[in-house]
C-alpha cells in the first residue's frame, strides 16, 4: 500500500495491517488514497502522551448528497459529525478524548460555515475540500484525531487501537445516515445557488452582489480568526438592506429557484462606503472579498456573492524591484533607482501601494478594494504640501477614469471627503444600518465645507 512497511517496531509501521482490517463494504477506509505519512499515520505525539492518527475513510453518500453543489452537503455532513462528538463515545479520538491534551485536536471540532474557496483559507479546519468530497464512489472523509497512548506496539496494544479505530469508522456511518435528507438537498440547492450567481455577475454588468439580509459582522476565535473563515457575530447584528436610492437589483437563483434583492456593485464603478468610526465599514469590505467564497447556511452571508480575482492594496514599506508606479508618481522619492515605470528600493507605503494598484490594473482585476484605515492617504487625496510629481487617486478619478479600464474601485473612507466626492455612488453607515447619500448632495456640502474654512483661514490673516 503506497510502499507502507509493516516490519519495523513503531506505529507508523503497523498502518497496513491496522487499516485493512477496518471496515465493511459500507464504511472502510479508502485503501487506494493511502498517502503515507500525509493522510494515513500512526504518530506518537511531541509530548508522547498520545497517538495521533489519520485515516481515508470512504462511506456511502447519503440520499439527497450527491450532484451538483455536493461540497455544501458534505459541509453539512461534517458539521453533523463534529456536533455528535461529545454525545457519541466511539467518536471521541476525534476530539482527542482521553488525551492529556484534547486541545491539539480542536480544530478537528471547531464549527466552520466556508463550504469552498478558492483560497487557503482555513485549510487546517476540517472542511469540504479535494479530501473531503463525494463522487460516484461515495463519500470522501479524511479523519484526525488522538488516542491515548497505549505503548510500543505490541499484539495487545495493536488489537485495541484497531478497536477502538474501527468503532470510529462505524460510528461515522451512523451519523451520516442519520442526517436527513432535505437538510442535504437544501444545502446543495445554496452551494449551487453561489456558484450559479458568481458565474451570472459579468452578464449582469456586476462584480458583487450583497443580498438584502446579509450579516457581515464576524465572530473571531482561536481557530477563525481571518475573516474569510470567521462565523457569523452573535448577539446583535444588523442585517443589511440596500437603499431604495442606490437601485436595488432583483435575482434569481438557480439552485433553490428563490428571488432575491439586493446591492449590485457595477463593473467600472467607483463605489464608496462611508462613515464614522466603527460604522462597519471595514467589515462590509471584508464580507465583499469573502463572497468568492461559498458559505453554509446560517454563516450570514450565503446570498453576498463576488466575482473570482478581487484584489485588494494597502499601504506598506517593503522592497520594490523595478515596480511600475507611473501612474501616480511622475518622478521617484530620493533613495529609490530606476524611473516610475521600474523603481528599485525600499518603497514607502504610498510607493507600495500605487505598485499594487497598477498590479491590479495590469492584471484587469474585475474589483479593486481600498480601505483608509490600511491605506496611505497622501496617494489617496491631494494636500497643499504635497509635490506635484504625486497624482492622487481622487484627482485620478476626476480627469483620468480611462486609467481604470474595467476595474471596480470600492473603497471605505470616513475624512477623505475629496475622495468621497469622486464616487459614482456612496453608501453610508449609520448606527450600523445602510443608506445612500446622493453624490451630487454630498459634493455641494463639500463645497460649502470648504468654502467655511476659507473664511476662517482668511479671518486669521
Known amino acids: 500500500m503506497n510502499g507502507m512497511s509493516g516490519t519495523d517496531g513503531s506505529w507508523q509501521g503497523q498502518v497496513h495491517g491496522i487499516v485493512a482490517s477496518l471496515g465493511d463494504g459500507r464504511a472502510c477506509i479508502e485503501r487506494k488514497a493511502v498517502r503515507d505519512l500525509v493522510n494515513t499515520y500512526l504518530v506518537r505525539s511531541l509530548d508522547t502522551t498520545a497517538l495521533r492518527f489519520s485515516l481515508p475513510v470512504l462511506l456511502a453518500a447519503p440520499a439527497g448528497a450527491s450532484g451538483p453543489g455536493s461540497d455544501g452537503a458534505v459541509g453539512v455532513t461534517i458539521e453533523a459529525i463534529k456536533a455528535a462528538v461529545p454525545g457519541e463515545r466511539d467518536l471521541g479520538p476525534i476530539a482527542g478524548a482521553g488525551t492529556e491534551h484534547p486541545v491539539h485536536c480542536l480544530p478537528n471540532v471547531e464549527p466552520v460555515t466556508l463550504i469552498a474557496s478558492r483560497s487557503a483559507i482555513g485549510t487546517d479546519l476540517w472542511r469540504p475540500d479535494p479530501d473531503n468530497r463525494i463522487d460516484d464512489d461515495g463519500l470522501h472523509l479524511v479523519v484526525r484525531g488522538a488516542l491515548p497512548y497505549p505503548g510500543p506496539p505490541t499484539p495487545g496494544s495493536v488489537g485495541e487501537v484497531r478497536e477502538r479505530l474501527g468503532a470510529l469508522v462505524e460510528a461515522l456511518d451512523r451519523v451520516v445516515r442519520r442526517v436527513p435528507d432535505r437538510t442535504l438537498v ?181 474589483l479593486l478594494i481600498l480601505d483608509e484605515d490600511r491605506a496611505a492617504t497622501n496617494l489617496l487625496v491631494p494636500g497643499c504640501l504635497q509635490s506635484g510629481e504625486v497624482t492622487p487617486l481622487s484627482t485620478l478619478l476626476a480627469v483620468r477614469r480611462e486609467a481604470f479600464g474595467e476595474t471596480a474601485i470600492l473603497f471605505a473612507a470616513s475624512s477623505l471627503d475629496i475622495l468621497i466626492a469622486q464616487a459614482d455612488r456612496i453608501l453610508q453607515l449609520t448606527g450600523h444600518e445602510a443608506r445612500a447619500l446622493d453624490p451630487g448632495e454630498f459634493r455641494r456640502r463639500l463645497d460649502a465645507h470648504l468654502a467655511e474654512v476659507r473664511e476662517h483661514l482668511a479671518a486669521r490673516e
Open 186 to 366: 437544501a444545502a446543495r440547492a445554496l452551494s449551487v445557488d453561489q456558484k450559479a450567481l458568481r458565474r451570472a455577475l459579468p452578464g449582469m454588468g456586476l462584480v458583487a452582489f450583497i443580498a438584502d439580509g446579509t450579516r457581515p459582522a464576524r465572530r473571531f476565535t482561536r481557530f477563525r480568526c481571518h475573516h474569510r473563515i470567521a462565523g457569523p457575530k452573535e448577539g446583535v447584528h444588523i442585517p443589511f438592506c440596500c437603499p431604495r436610492e442606490l437601485d436595488p437589483v432583483e435575482v434569481e437563483v438557480a439552485g433553490s429557484g428563490r428571488t432575491i434583492t439586493g446591492l449590485g456593485l457595477r463593473r467600472r464603478e467607483a463605489f464608496a462606503v462611508a462613515g464614522s468610526n466603527a460604522e462597519g465599514k471595514s467589515t462590509f469590505l471584508h464580507a465583499v472579498i469573502a463572497g468568492q467564497d461559498d458559505h453554509a447556511a446560517g454563516d450570514g452571508r450565503e446570498f453576498l456573492v463576488s466575482v473570482d480575482g478581487v484584489t485588494r492594496a494597502e499601504a506598506g514599506e517593503r522592497y520594490l524591484a523595478g515596480a511600475d508606479v507611473s501612474l501616480f508618481f511622475h518622478s521617484l522619492p530620493p533613495g529609490v533607482s530606476g524611473g516610475p515605470r521600474a523603481a528599485t528600493g525600499q518603497g514607502s507605503g504610498s510607493l507600495v501601494m500605487a505598485h499594487e494598484i497598477q498590479t491590479a490594473l495590469r492584471a484587469a482585476s474585475p
